[in-house]
């Protein structure tokens, strides 16, 4: 089982609406949990970074929020534009051992339609 | 700061051939680097984990002698696929870490490689 769970697996919504991207998770305990965004062809790029004490993280119209306490992330894009288009990862990092590897999510794809 | 570039980006080979992959961290050392695959609508999939002079460590189910990689300078990774198949077609995707560890990496843009 897969234990970074994200929903929907597939969006489409239109220029200038918001969106919000859900990610539920198991790993635990946790270092981090990360979003990233993953343009077709092109390799993952960082949105946000949260430690398991943090609550919200912004960047710019990207807002992540977590609660550590139900295990479940989301994040919100807000006045979409046509190059937000692209596939949302996110990521969790356990906490402690030599073997702290990252869990990807299966992702959400986001087409931005004009 | 914190870039990692890949060559090439796209690669074409004949089945059976070897090709290579070079992964470079530009403006910062990088003690380990890290190997990914992603398969069509699919997970980053980790495939191997390489120190700087030492040897990878590779992932359940990751065969070795056919993934090879080096880390022989702190900017510089390669991954050479040896006797690709068409099943190996896939994107590969580097990142590197400033740390011993996994806890912030930095990607690369990712190569295409298409065997044929």
């Known amino acids: 089982k897969n234990q970074v769970e994200q929903s929907p697996q597939s969006l489409i919504i239109l220029e200038g609406k918001n969106c919000t991207l859900q990610?539920?998770?198991?790993?635990?305990?946790?270092?981090?949990l990360r979003w990233y965004k993953q343009d077709t062809g092109r390799g993952p790029v960082s949105l946000t970074i949260?430690?398991?004490?943090?609550n919200t993280k912004s960047n710019g119209r990207y807002t992540a929020t977590l609660d550590a306490d139900t295990k479940q992330s989301s994040l919100h894009i807000t006045a979409s534009q046509l190059s937000d288009s692209a596939s949302y990862i996110c990521?969790?990092?356990?906490?402690?051992?030599?073997?702290?590897?990252?869990?990807f999510g299966t992702g959400t794809l986001l087409a931005v339609q004009p | 700061g914190a870039v990692v570039s890949q060559h090439p980006s796209r690669v074409i080979c004949k089945s059976g051939t070897s090709v290579k992959i070079e992964c470079r961290s530009l403006?910062?050392?990088?003690?380990?680097m890290f190997w990914y695959r992603q398969f069509p609508k699919k997970s980053l999939m980790l495939m191997a984990t390489?120190?700087?002079?030492?040897?990878?460590?590779?992932e359940q189910g990751v065969e070795k002698d056919k993934f090879l990689i080096n880390h022989a300078s702190l900017t510089l990774s390669t991954l050479t696929v040896t006797s690709a198949h068409p099943e190996d077609s896939s994107f590969y995707i580097c990142?590197?870490?400033?740390?011993?560890?996994?806890?912030?990496?930095?990607f690369g843009p990712g190569t295409r490689l298409t065997v044929t």
């Open positions: 990142s590197a870490s400033e740390t011993s560890g996994y806890y912030e990496q930095y």
């Open positions: 990610c539920n998770y198991t790993v635990s305990p946790f270092s981090n």
């Open positions: 949260m430690t398991f004490s943090e």
């Open positions: 990521v969790v990092s356990p906490y402690g051992g030599a073997t702290n590897k990252l869990i």
């Open positions: 403006d910062f050392q990088a003690t380990t």
């Open positions: 390489s120190n700087e002079g030492s040897k990878a460590t590779y």
